[in-house]
Structure formats: C-alpha cells, structure tokens
C-alpha cells in the first residue's frame, strides 16, 4: 500500500531511470526509448547495431543486480488469462511501433526535452491505460 | 566504448524499474486505477525520472556532440499525426489490461515465469505487423 516510505522508493527508481537516460544521451547521444531500440534490434541490415542488444542484455540483468545489490525481490506476476496475456503483448508491441515510442521514449525523454509530440502521446497512452483499467474493474473484475 | 555504455545504461534502466516497481504489473495497474483503490507511488517513478533527465538534458543537448560520438540522433518529427494519436491509444489499452509497458516486460524475463515470455512474444509479434502494416500504408 501507499506509504512515504514506498513513495521515496519510488522516487529513487525514478531517479535511476533518469540518470541511465541521461548517461546514454550524454555518452551516446541517443534517446533511451526501449520499443524503438527492441524494434531496430530486431531488424535487419545497417540499423542493426551490437549495442541495442547489449542494451537489452543490461536491461534483462537489471533486476537481479537490483535484488542482489537494492534489496528489491522477484515481483508479484500477474494471473491473466493466456489470451488476455496475448492481446495485451500485442497491443503494446503494435501501439508503441505505429506510435514511435512507449513509457521510456515518449514518458521520460520526450517530456524531458519538451516534445510536443511526446507530451501529446503520454496524455493519450496514460488517459487511455486509465479508461481501460476502470472498464476492467467494472466488466472484467479484474 | 559505447557498447559498454549501452550495457551500462540497460542495467541502471532494468534496476530503476525493479527498485521503482515498475516490473510488478499489479503495482502498475493500481495506479492506473485512479477512480478504484489508486496507489499514487508511481507518480513518484515518473516524477523522478523525468526531474532527472530533464535537468541533465539541459546541460547536455548544450554541448556541440556526445562524448563517444560525432552527433545527437534526436527524433526529428514534430508533427501530432493519426498514428501518434493511434499507436498510443492501443498501446495505453494494452498497457492497462496487462500492466507492462515495454522496458519492463522485458526486464521481467530475467525471472524466467512463462506469462511474461508469451507477452514478450506477441509485443514482439505486433511490432513486426506494425512494419507491414506501416510499410503498406507507405506504398498506397
């Protein structure tokens, strides 16, 4: 439940996600958006580079560094039904790609450095997370 | 260089997400869920991300180049067109119906549960028909 405790938690992750941002903008001079760098590691030719893997071999290892070093432990997964599990995957894997970015891309750097687009597209994908949540909760019983 | 960079940027990401709670989907789902029992924490996850870069952007995007490289690669599209608008209501769906965005799924895989594979798949699944789909659009 909500606390102060779990509130600077959460401020320190959020810190941490913005500081690995910032390092890979000021080294690499990129955006760290995960669906845009999953999409160019999936792809074939010039634009698939060795780092966007080594990127996501980080970002895999993550959390067990986090467990092993922060104190955090292996999360509560969701129990969804394997369909909902598909269409949920698929919706975010198509929506992010037409949609040029996700939580990371659009949410944390493209709010940082003022995009209009990103700003428009957070609003949209939050609004949207919430009506679906609320829907869900009423019909679903989620 | 910047291999060992990217490596060092996915594990400060993957452990933000796993210190913020963000890779426990219930937690995402509840705050979502401002009109049922919200849990405003994650307010705090983005809050913190976004003060973070959006000072040390400042300071960056002033310099003439990266260290480790001759240029930015910034998005340069500045247009709200449909598939913005589109591509983030679907996603928005599916983020609330599941409770992962992308970054998350996948640094959950690390705990090897079968559900977070299955979702992993059909993102990936939507992205490649994202591309046809795109790259259809393009031709007609």
């Given at each position: 439940m909500f606390s102060v405790e779990s509130a600077l938690i959460a401020l320190g992750g959020g810190v941490l996600i913005g500081a690995a941002a910032s390092i890979f903008l000021l080294f690499n001079g990129r955006i760290m958006g995960v669906s845009g760098i999953l999409s160019q590691a999936l792809t074939l030719g010039p634009l698939n580079t060795r780092w966007t893997w080594l990127f996501l071999l980080g970002l895999v290892f993550g959390p067990v560094v986090s467990d092993a070093f922060l104190g955090t432990s292996q999360p509560v997964f969701a129990e969804r039904s394997l369909w909902l599990t598909i269409v949920?995957?698929?919706?975010?894997?198509?929506?992010?790609?037409?949609?040029?970015?996700?939580t990371s891309g659009h949410g944390v750097c493209g709010i940082s450095r003022l995009?209009?687009?990103s700003i428009v597209s957070v609003?949209?994908?939050?609004?949207t997370g919430m009506l679906t949540v609320f829907v869900m909760r009423q019909v679903g019983g989620l | 260089m910047r291999n060992l960079l990217a490596l060092l940027t996915g594990l400060i990401f993957g452990m933000g997400l796993s210190l913020?709670?963000?890779i426990n989907p219930d937690r995402v789902l509840g705050?979502?869920?401002?009109?049922?029992?919200w849990n405003p924490a994650l307010a705090f996850?983005?809050?913190g991300a976004v003060l973070t870069s959006m000072i040390c952007f400042h300071f960056i995007l002033k310099q003439p180049h990266p260290l480790l490289d001759k240029q930015f690669y910034m998005p340069t599209k500045t247009q709200i067109d449909r598939p913005l608008i589109v591509g983030a209501v679907l996603f928005g769906m599916g983020w609330g119906l599941y409770g992962y965005c992308p970054g998350p799924a996948l640094a959950a895989l690390v705990?090897?549960?079968?559900?977070?594979?299955i979702f992993?798949?059909?993102m990936i699944a939507g992205l490649f028909l994202a591309r046809l789909w795109t790259a259809r659009k393009n031709k007609s």
């Open positions: 949920a995957g698929f919706l975010v894997g198509f929506g992010t790609s037409i949609g040029s970015g996700c995009s209009n687009r609003f949209v994908f939050m609004g | 913020s709670e963000m705050f979502l869920d401002i009109l049922g029992a996850v983005l809050g705990y090897l549960e079968p559900s977070t594979f992993v798949a059909a």
